[in-house]
């Protein structure tokens, strides 16, 4: 079964939201089990403002010396397990890394923020390289503008995308992802009286779950090839 980490050297990136909407959209349909390895734990947090969605769970890592067995019990019981890996490089970094089959780095349109991505995604591949085989991975853009680009962000946006791997979907700044953190369970769980926007949210994070699908099926076909 697929795991996906979620990296980043940044913080704010938006990697803990980024996260919970992928494994609550995925949950629509199968069984999701998120992984929190950051020592912020804040997907623990977010799991115990109310209870998960169906067909979610959480485990909370006991650190380096058992992520690897976490992850290996965790494919045998869910459909995706989804890793929430903390912002800097450690042995447990390492280790869930080593094990993925799609790590997502999120950014912002922000200078700093695409170098530091690009500096993540250096390291997966030095990981790779020491694990010998592939470790796919693309950078997603999120918190950012759902309308009009500045400049700036367009060529930031434009210079990354050609230089490597991004996801054409972006997760863009969100009332409804930012209250995820708040009230804790899915978009479908907000409520829609006090936060705005859910429907939209919602499509953008359908978007999002369905490229990621689509980017896992592309890399098991090129392996079977």
Do not use: Y
């Amino acid at each position: 079964m697929p795991v996906i980490s979620f990296a980043s050297s940044k913080g704010g990136a938006g990697k803990t939201t980024s996260a919970i909407i992928l494994a609550t959209e995925l949950a629509q349909g199968t069984d999701v089990i998120l992984i929190d390895a950051d020592p912020a734990g804040r997907l623990t947090r977010w799991s115990r403002l109310q209870a998960l969605p169906a067909r979610t769970a959480l485990v909370t890592s006991g650190g380096e010396r058992s992520i690897q067995d976490e992850i290996a019990t965790a494919r045998t019981k869910a459909t995706f397990v989804i890793v929430d890996l903390e912002g800097s490089a450690s042995r447990l970094t390492s280790f869930a890394i080593s094990e993925s089959d799609l790590v997502i780095i999120p950014s912002g349109d922000e200078q700093q923020d695409a170098d530091e991505a690009v500096e993540t995604l250096a390291q997966i591949a030095m990981e790779g390289r020491a694990r010998r085989r592939d470790i796919p991975a693309a950078i997603l853009f999120a918190r950012t503008n759902a309308a009009v680009k500045s400049k700036l962000e367009k060529h930031i946006n434009g210079q990354l995308r050609s230089a490597v791997r991004v996801f054409d979907t972006e997760l863009n700044r969100r009332t409804a992802f930012a209250s995820l953190h708040n009230a804790g369970g899915g978009l479908r769980q907000l409520d829609r009286g006090d936060v705005n926007g859910i429907d939209k949210a919602i499509v953008n994070a359908q978007a999002f779950a369905c490229e990621v699908i689509d980017m896992l099926e592309e890399m098991r076909h090129a392996q079977t090839a």
